[in-house]
């Protein structure tokens, strides 16, 4: 097998000249401990079946061009948080996926990236993963089973993982509605005080006058 490794450089892109001196005869690929954002540099290497991209800066929105041959996939240690949108451009464009690897990721709930998350966590994950990708042989570090198999075409579907706001978020949401839309118990009509209207509307809580201690002092003659 032709391997080429590039480990290391720093690149933030794939050069041209990598492409257009080893596309057509690699066959393995080790883009490991670079800058990469992108991996659009990959179209001239048609015929790779194994591409290792791990200890990037690869996200959500990463593109990869179609490669028929591509089995082996990893893509540990770079910056995904939320995997539905890439499992299913990979479905779409590496139709000969057997071997794929997000350990470090955000969006893959292990103890490498959260001490708060468990088995459960990581297992919901696995079969939402295969859920999507149905010719995976391994995930991660692990073979997949005919019992996982078996759970992620019943429950693959719900298993996505959702990543909740932290406390930061929220806080800004809470910030942006109080300058946006600051509280007032007055009906919406009433508000505009240059075209201030009378506003008529239904309570949901009637007042009878019992248990007050102040009707005891109101005289007949002062009704």
């Given at each position: 097998m032709n391997t080429v490794s590039c480990i290391g450089h720093d690149w933030e892109d794939i050069p041209d000249f990598l492409g257009a001196k080893y596309g057509e005869v690699a066959r393995r690929l080790d883009l490991s401990f670079n800058q990469l954002r992108s991996l659009t540099g990959l179209k001239a290497f048609s015929?790779?079946?194994?591409?290792?991209?791990?200890?990037?800066?690869?996200?959500?929105?990463?593109?990869?061009?179609r490669l028929p041959r591509l089995h082996t996939l990893t893509l540990n240690k770079n910056q995904f948080t939320d995997i539905e949108?890439?499992?299913?451009?990979?479905?779409?464009?590496?139709?000969?996926?057997?071997?794929?690897?997000?350990?470090?990721?955000e969006a893959c709930p292990n103890q490498l990236v959260?001490?708060?998350?468990?088995?459960?966590?990581?297992?919901r994950y696995r079969y939402f993963v295969l859920h999507k990708l149905t010719k995976l042989k391994f995930l991660d570090t692990r073979r997949v089973t005919q019992w996982e198999w078996s759970e992620a075409e019943a429950r693959g579907a719900f298993m996505k993982v959702v990543k909740p706001k932290n406390d930061q978020d929220t806080a800004s949401d809470v910030r942006s509605e109080s300058t946006t839309t600051p509280y007032t118990p007055l009906p919406r009509g009433s508000k505009d005080v240059r075209n201030h209207k009378g506003v008529f509307t239904k309570c949901r809580y009637v007042y009878y006058g019992k248990h007050s201690e102040g009707n005891r002092f109101i005289r007949n003659d002062q009704l």
């Open positions: 015929q790779l079946e194994e591409l290792i991209v791990d200890n990037n800066l690869l996200g959500n929105d990463l593109q990869l061009p949108a890439l499992l299913e451009h990979l479905a779409e464009v590496t139709p000969a996926l057997e071997y794929l690897s997000l350990l470090g990721n959260s001490m708060d998350k468990d088995e459960d966590d990581y297992q």
